[in-house]
């Protein structure tokens, strides 16, 4: 079992940045691949990114490419994603989720098996 919790959201203008934590229990996240998504008000919930178990590799929409990286600690059992030049459009309540690697196709809501509360971000202009 892996929990997830985020913290770090909040209020930002645009053109701010943002960095949000995803602490997780157990022993098995350095085993795990770690995705963010998002879904604003009304909208599908969506793929941010994720990072493979090592932290070698991160791949990300191409809505936030070049503006957001996500990292991790695996000593922390802690992944992060670093918002920076946001946007209004980036406005959403913000989930980090678990797959175990190797589940297939890592943009997808239904490879990963564990999910956080979610932390809202409000991006103001």
């Known amino acids: 079992q892996v929990q997830l919790v985020e913290s770090g959201g909040g209020l930002v203008q645009a053109g701010g940045s943002l960095r949000l934590s995803c602490a997780t229990s157990?022993?098995?996240?350095?085993?795990?691949?770690m995705g963010w998504f998002r879904q604003a008000p009304g909208k599908e919930r969506e793929f941010v990114g994720f990072i493979s178990r090592s932290g070698s590799s991160a791949y990300y929409a191409d809505s936030v490419n070049g503006r957001f990286t996500i990292s991790r600690d695996n000593a922390k059992n802690t992944v992060f994603l670093q918002m920076n030049s946001l946007k209004t459009e980036d406005t959403a309540v913000y989930y980090c989720?678990?797959?175990?690697?190797?589940?297939?196709?890592?943009?997808?809501?239904?490879?990963?098996?564990?999910w956080g509360q979610g932390t809202q971000v409000t991006v103001s202009s």
């Open positions: 989720a678990a797959a175990p690697t190797g589940s297939g196709s890592y943009d997808l809501r239904r490879t990963y098996n564990y």
């Open positions: 157990g022993r098995t996240f350095s085993i795990h691949v």
